[in-house]
């Protein structure tokens, strides 16, 4: 079985330029997640989706970050504009959904921003 | 809302030595708990969860958790390091009607040959 799949790796952009990160969860599974881990820290929840639906959305900036997951399967995290605080690993994550706070989360290899 | 916290931030080992990573949590009910481990630009990866099921949780690669609510502990332990388990290990809690998980600042861990 495929894991999470988040695309790119690695991403260098000068401050003030839009980004775009992709993730594609596991098949099936109806709950996603966007992390922020910046260096030496836990990640922190940007954003949660129960399908095609954002739940959880409180800790996202949106003054500059934005979501979709348009068919309720693969979603796109985007910054515009980039900021040098923003330079930090972008993971995501899914889960199967509707079992509540024990539904284990299986995360991808994240993105790795860096602003220039 | 729940929290955890991870206590040192680094940790060393001598290879063959007991590993124990310490996590203690703060939740008004029994949470669910889980430990993460996360190797050099790579995601996390379930070491093991506990659901309430048994309070010693054993997961892969030879790590188990003991949960301790009188304590409000669940550390992580192995009994015998290997160069392989260097990496950044993250406890991390969910609580009921909530599904968000909060997670620990990380410890890294040292294996010295």
């Known amino acids: 079985e495929a894991g999470v799949v988040q695309s790119p790796r690695y991403k260098i952009i000068e401050k003030k330029q839009p980004v775009a990160f992709w993730c594609n969860p596991i098949?099936?599974?109806?709950?996603l997640y966007w992390y922020l881990q910046n260096l030496g820290q836990g990640p922190e929840l940007l954003i949660r989706y129960e399908n095609e639906e954002a739940v959880d959305d409180s800790q996202l900036p949106k003054d500059r970050f934005s979501a979709e997951r348009l068919k309720g399967v693969d979603s796109t995290l985007k910054i515009q504009p980039a900021e040098l605080g923003d330079s930090a690993v972008y993971l995501c994550?899914?889960?199967?959904?509707?079992?509540?706070?024990?539904?284990?989360?299986?995360f991808g290899p994240g993105t790795r921003l860096t602003v220039l | 809302a729940q929290s955890v916290t991870q206590l040192g931030s680094h940790v060393s080992v001598s290879e063959g030595a007991l590993v124990l990573l310490r996590c203690n949590y703060s939740?008004?009910?029994?949470?669910?708990l889980f430990w993460y481990v996360q190797y050099p630009n790579q995601g996390l990866q379930l070491l093991l969860k506990?659901?309430?099921?048994?309070?010693l949780v054993k997961g892969i690669n030879g790590f188990e958790a003991e949960f301790k609510k009188s304590e409000t502990s669940f550390h992580l332990t192995k009994p015998s390091a290997h160069m392989s388990d260097a990496a950044e290990y993250f406890c991390a809690v969910s609580g009921w009607g909530d599904n968000d998980m909060r997670f620990g600042a990380g410890t890294r861990l040292t294996v010295k040959p």
């Open positions: 994550a899914s889960s199967l959904g509707g079992r509540g706070a024990g539904d284990t989360q299986y």
């Open positions: 098949s099936g599974h109806n709950t």
């Open positions: 506990y659901t309430s099921a048994a309070t």
């Open positions: 939740s008004s009910v029994p949470p669910y």
